[in-house]
């Protein structure tokens, strides 16, 4: 995996793809499953994640204040249904769903190795967490895999129904 | 246009669509695009969005405490790119983009007649607009139109670069 600059960041959060969360607690790694999550500001990158008291990474995160979210393609499909299906007290996720842990830069939760971006977060904000399970990020380490083309990311629509990427259209815009 | 259930509203968001924002201030109705925006809750549908305090809409959703969120189909991508790229206050979007306003039942911002989906919010917390520029936003009625029959959105990858929904996966899932 290669640095990608942070600059960059937004451009793979905000179309709104699925993403997998670790974060690494007292009880070891952890992955989750996440679809709520937004981008806040563009440099530094700042992002917005809902990760509710009942999901078994909240503890982690709210211990650690640092995570990881990874960026899965759609050949991953698979893998991250099956982990937003289970509960991360009861197994270890990535044996169990065959990803590999990779040691990041910055943070203690591992980075995910079939991810094909992989963002490196602290916690930098609290107060929303106890009306609306919501924590804000701060990306501090961003890696992108090269090898990995197909870059395809899936979008839930509910009960296991996801949008994958199609083509894209390129407008003349001012926006960043 | 028909009533769309609230509970179903997230099934709209969650994907991740780039979407418009109306309100309707003392200079009369406005549009913007936006993409920085998340669920929060499913029932009662609730959303955090990011409106930046440069934005000519922000003053009116601030001081009305209402607006309305469209979602566009692919078709509407060239109004969309426009109405990201001018400024309310110098401009009537609605005619300069060929758009419908039409009034909604709980909120006095428009919908947008060319939209496939309305939603009406109220604004329920600015706790996080000083920071963040973050509203959070109740869903209290939702619209969908039934006679267009595509829907498929469009996701922001940065400077005018959209990708288009695609082809759908369905997995077994026991996530809403």
Known sequence: MRTLALSKVYQLIEPGPVVLL??????????????????????????????GDTDFSFAALDATGECVIGIPAVHLARKVVGIGNCHGNRI????????TPKP????????ILECFANLECKVIDRRMVRDYDVFILEVIQAWIDPTQKSRKTIHHQGYGKFVVDGRIVTLPSKMR
């Not at 679809?35 to 563009?42: R, T």
């Not at 990041?104 to 980075?111: E, H, I, S, T, Y």
Request: proline letters at 9%; charged letters at 20%.
């Open 22 to 51: 670790t974060t690494k607690g007292d009880d070891g790694p952890n992955i989750m499953t996440m679809s709520w999550h937004m981008m806040l500001e563009f440099e530094p990158p700042r992002i917005a994640c809902c990760v």
């Open 104 to 111: 990041g830069k910055m943070v203690k939760a591992p980075l």
């Open 92 to 99: 270890d996720k990535f044996a169990t769903f065959g990803l």
